[in-house]
């Protein structure tokens, strides 16, 4: 730097405006938000003997921040999330739609509310665990016997539609010369050739 490079000697902006005039730093290497602050200089000068504002920080939450981590105290084991996955929910997502769903019906308190929610979606991931079971069993036994059984008549098929183009393009009454030096369909004289 063209000068100290304490932060106590001078700002950023003192600092490239002083690497500047020197020459040290080419007017085409200036950084981009050099032009900005020169235009539009901040109103206090940001320097390091300045007391910062004791300005309260406020608290941001969600409605559902609050029923999201008492979630989260009573549940210890969650599920692991794949971040590619945005089709499916995840289990604290499913929790919160059904509290609010039971929310919005007003008939219970909260503390009725938390509880028959946990249990509404032990429910439904039970439910949706059994039905991937049962569709996984089904696909894998259908898909295994279908592949088989479509594996065994292509297999078939090609060897019949095989046999029907080597009999049509074979002539019908083969020669004796011919019988001798082919044999199913090979010709055994250019087998032997060197």
């Not at 069993?137 to 594996?151: I, P, W």
């Not at 078939?156 to 083969?174: G, I, N, Q």
């Amino acid at each position: 730097m063209a000068q100290s490079r304490l932060e106590k000697i001078g700002t950023i902006f003192t600092r490239v405006s002083g690497l500047l005039r020197s020459g040290a730093m080419k007017s085409e290497d200036k950084p981009l938000w050099y032009e900005v602050y020169a235009a539009f200089p901040p109103k206090l000068e940001p320097r390091f003997d300045r007391p910062a504002p004791q300005i309260p920080i406020r608290n941001i939450f969600y409605e559902e921040d609050q029923v999201r981590a008492k979630f989260h105290k009573s549940q210890k084991q969650t599920e692991m999330v794949s971040l590619f996955d945005r089709q499916r929910k995840t289990q604290t997502q499913q929790f919160i739609q059904i509290y609010q769903g039971l929310k919005s019906q007003g008939a219970l308190d909260e503390e009725k509310i938390f509880e028959t929610s946990l249990d509404l979606l032990q429910e439904q991931r039970a439910q949706m665990k059994l039905d991937a079971q049962q569709i996984s069993t089904t696909d894998s036994d259908e898909g295994s016997t279908q592949s088989l059984s479509e594996a065994f008549s292509e297999a078939k098929d090609s060897s019949d539609s095989k046999a029907t183009t080597t009999s049509a393009t074979t002539s019908p009454s083969p020669t004796k010369g011919d019988s001798k030096s082919k044999i199913g369909g090979i010709n055994i004289e250019n087998l032997f050739k060197d």
